[in-house]
T-cell receptor, first 113, second 112 residues
């Protein structure tokens, strides 16, 4: 039972363009959604989060949009930079279950010159 | 300040052997999580420690897996009688807020 799905395993975007990473979920009990970024041989690092009562959260070049009715969220990176090349994980947090995070399988973003 | 550290960074073992993986969380973080990432999979929750409360072991895949957290700080994940399907990257995370989790670099376990 995959509660968080990232259906695109990879994405390639030109430098300066917008990167859009998508995530779908099935668990209505998630109260926060988080995006993590992972470089090879490193642990994931927190990028941005959004509360389930919001529909948008912005932090610099990163914006996360939440559509609760569609159970869908997306991460927008504008403008994309080569250093953004990494694997991006979407995660949902359910405070009813020890606040553990349920992760998607990740999307590998490649930003090309 | 120091982040979450894990040791060893890589571990190769033979099927049937026991392994111990160590996690040093960020000082002052009361919550500690273990996850694993198998090839092509997302991060799978294994176990959660919060202060002195009984750990949440609901994610442990079998009774061959166990974990301890001594003195509310360092944690050890033990896998007994390892199997090839245990091969994965094992990640530890700690947090103070239960929202943003800080991850270590992981231990890559290979069971031959």
């Amino acid at each position: 039972d995959q509660q968080v799905k990232q259906n695109s395993p990879s994405l390639s975007v030109q430098e300066g363009r917008i990167s859009i990473l998508n995530c779908d979920y099935t668990n209505s009990m998630f109260d926060y959604f988080l995006w993590y970024k992972k470089y090879p041989a490193e642990g994931p690092t927190f990028l941005i989060s959004i509360s389930s009562i919001k529909d948008k959260n912005e932090d610099g070049r990163f914006t996360v949009f939440l559509n609760k009715s569609a159970k869908h969220l997306s991460l927008h990176i504008v403008p994309s930079q080569p250093g953004d090349s990494a694997v991006y994980f979407c995660a949902g947090r359910n405070t009813g279950t020890a606040s553990k995070l349920t992760f998607g399988t990740g999307t590998r973003l490649q930003v090309t010159l | 300040g120091a982040g979450v550290s894990q040791s060893p960074s890589n571990k190769v073992t033979e099927k049937g052997k026991d392994v111990e993986l160590r996690c040093d969380p960020i000082s002052g973080h009361t919550a500690l999580y273990w996850y694993r990432q198998s090839l092509g999979q997302g991060l799978e929750f294994l176990i959660y420690f919060q202060g002195n409360s009984a750990p949440d072991k609901s994610g442990l895949p079998s009774d061959r897996f166990s974990a301890e957290r001594t003195g509310g700080s360092v944690s050890t994940l033990t896998i007994q009688r390892t199997q090839q399907e245990d091969s994965a990257v094992y990640l530890c995370a700690s947090t103070r807020t239960n929202l943003e989790q800080f991850f270590g670099p992981g231990t890559r376990l290979t069971v031959l």
